[in-house]
């Protein structure tokens, strides 16, 4: 992954979790509203003062966690969420917060839910139900030490206070356990998705390629040639021009009737060679048709178009192709030149009348159509 293409996703990740982290602190802003109301109906043993104290702790954790999300300081821990060390906090408090009701605790008992809601999807089973027994046992020995300290009248609101949080969260372990299996699985099924779509990706690019291929050479078929052309023909602009090429291998025909129609495919298959060997990567060669082929050069002049077909004649007249004796090959070629708004058509005659100016003075030569014009 490139470094741009990194800091994007950690960007949108600390987007994500930073509106995490908000509803964890409406979450927070909601408890403590709960417990202020507690306080104005007589329901919180502790003071005023502490009431106050406590809210400023509650702050002054939240602030940390705020530091390190919008610092990316998160982003050195293994989860970048800081999710467990948010839940054990949250539950530490809502414990303590517990400790300072009088009656009216088993209404804040959901607290334990919500904290905890928070775990399930990124959490594992294991991490979660320990955080889940922690809260158990956390509000189970509050009630124990109260009973221990304070002789309870009734403790039968107690009893069915830590069994119903029990229960919940023996349900919550089992659902949280249930929920990052269906992650599992939808993760290994994405995967799997995520394959086969490459496995398809790669089987388009194999059919495209056959389909924009000549079979014998190699090179691309007059189809894609064609379809190239037109599109270069249209973002061609007005300081620019590109070679344009027929290419017609002489005495073919002579090759094929003499020694057979395997050496004319060799031969075919050596002048794809050599052009791939003379040309540049932005070159396009192409089979037109038989013996007869297409170039084009994008974003050229007369004079180093013209040197590059004579290179690529000359190179063709001293190839030798393997496996099979033939006399001294040649070819002949006919150039024009593309520019702003020509049509490929009109040009394609064009570099044919050349070919064929070429062919009549002799073959094994390069004939230009602009030396028509200049004539």
Not at 103 to 110: D, E, F, H, I, T
Not at 136 to 145: D, I, K, M, W
Not at 186 to 197: P, S, Y
Not at 283 to 297: H, K, S, T
Request: contains cysteine; charged residues 20%.
């Amino acid at each position: 992954m490139s470094l741009s293409r990194q800091r994007v996703t950690q960007r949108t990740l600390q987007r994500l979790l930073l509106k995490r982290f908000g509803m964890a602190a409406v979450t927070y802003g909601l408890t403590g509203l709960l417990c202020w109301v507690a306080i104005f109906n007589d329901l919180w043993r502790a003071s005023i003062a502490t009431a106050l104290i406590l809210t400023g702790l509650a702050l002054l954790t939240q602030s940390v966690f705020l530091g390190l999300f919008l610092s990316g300081q998160n982003l050195r821990f293994r989860d970048p969420s800081l999710t467990l060390a948010q839940v054990l906090v949250a539950l530490a408090w809502l414990t303590v917060l517990l400790a300072m009701f009088a009656n009216g605790r088993g209404a804040l008992l959901v607290v334990y839910v919500l904290i905890l809601l928070f775990g399930v999807f990124q959490l594992p089973p294991k991490v979660f139900a320990r955080c889940a027994a922690g809260a158990f046992f956390g509000f189970a020995g509050l009630n124990l030490y109260e009973a221990y300290r304070y002789p309870l009248a009734d403790p039968g609101p107690a009893i069915l206070q830590v069994s119903v949080l029990g229960g919940v969260m023996f349900w919550m372990s089992l659902f949280a356990s249930y929920v990052q299996a269906m992650r599992q699985r939808m993760r290994q099924r994405r995967f799997a998705l995520q394959a086969h779509r490459d496995t398809l990706r790669g089987m388009m690019r194999q059919l495209e390629d056959l389909a924009a291929t000549d079979e014998l050479t190699g090179l691309f078929n007059r189809r894609h040639f064609l379809r190239f052309a037109n599109r270069e023909l249209e973002s061609l602009g007005a300081d620019c021009q590109h070679g344009l090429a027929l290419i017609d291998l002489d005495h073919f025909k002579r090759i094929n009737d003499v020694h057979g129609h395997a050496a004319g495919d060799r031969v075919l298959q050596t002048f794809a060679s050599v052009a791939q060997a003379c040309l540049r990567d932005g070159d396009i060669i192409a089979r037109y048709g038989g013996e007869e082929f297409v170039l084009l050069l994008p974003n050229t002049q007369p004079d180093r178009f013209t040197a590059c077909c004579e290179r690529l004649r000359e190179a063709f007249n001293q190839a030798e192709p393997l496996g099979i004796k033939v006399d001294t090959l040649s070819l002949s070629i006919g150039m024009t030149l593309l520019t702003m708004h020509d049509d490929l058509d009109e040009a394609l005659q064009r570099a044919d009348q050349a070919l064929y100016r070429a062919k009549r003075s002799g073959r094994n030569r390069c004939a230009a159509a602009w030396e028509d014009v200049d004539a």
